[in-house]
T-cell receptor, first 114, second 114 residues
């Protein structure tokens, strides 16, 4: 079955610095991958979605992610962090057999230091 | 606003009690998912319904049950509540069954068992 691993449960960056949040998928190539963001006291919101049409995916709020098959990775980046980016970020992949169930990573909490 | 509504927003109850959480999916979405989010367990998939039928089951306890009604709203029933059931419960909906459909999350119900 598919799974994702998020390295780093907590990441801190200075305002204006590069944001890099890591996500690795299990060995078989997934047809779809997702990044979600959860702001405090809110539900999860879709940031972006990989569909194999393009390896570089642009999402909302200036975020993007690059699918790298050779590294089994789908890392999330943003060139310049804003205070409003402070949130929990989750990588997710559909289950490989049925696609009905999503597996979410354990999440990465992003802190932006002014 | 994701278009997914959940009621109630907060629920405080005692151990041994039974509660019902309600979810209304986005207009046109046929699939509903339930998740439990706690600090120690992260985001756990509980169960999924599609057009009234159960389609996938995750880490759902026997004390918990769910259903999806003809108007596509869903209810999650939690009985014989224990302190450890205190968590955020999210509902999500998607257009279809396949993994290509992203999930849209509601704002959640925060359950506190005392």
């Amino acid at each position: 079955a598919q799974s994702v691993t998020q390295l780093g449960s907590h990441v801190s960056v200075s305002e204006g610095a590069l944001v890099l949040l890591r996500c690795n998928y299990s060995s078989s190539v997934p047809p779809y991958l997702f990044w979600y963001v959860q702001y405090p006291n809110q539900g999860l919101q879709l940031l972006l979605k990989y569909t194999s049409a393009a390896t570089l995916v642009k999402g909302i709020n200036g975020f993007e992610a690059e699918f790298k098959k050779s590294e089994t990775s789908f890392h999330l980046t943003k060139p310049s962090a804003h205070m409003s980016d402070a949130a929990e970020y989750f990588c997710a992949v559909p289950a490989s057999n049925t696609g009905n169930q999503f597996y979410f990573g354990t999440g990465t909490s992003l802190t932006v230091i002014p | 606003d994701s278009g997914v509504t959940q009621t109630p927003k907060h629920l405080i109850t005692a151990t041994g009690q039974r509660v019902t959480l309600r979810c209304s999916p986005r207009s046109g979405d046929l699939s509903v998912y339930w998740y439990q989010q706690s600090l120690d367990q992260g985001l756990q998939f509980l169960i999924q319904y599609y057009n009234g039928e159960e389609r996938a089951k995750g880490n759902i306890l026997e004390r918990f049950s769910a259903q999806q009604f003809p108007d596509l709203h869903s209810e999650l029933n939690l009985s014989s509540l224990e302190l450890g059931d205190s968590a955020l419960y999210f509902c999500a909906s998607s257009r279809g069954l396949a993994g290509r459909y992203e999930q849209y999350f509601g704002p959640g119900t925060r359950l506190t068992v005392t």
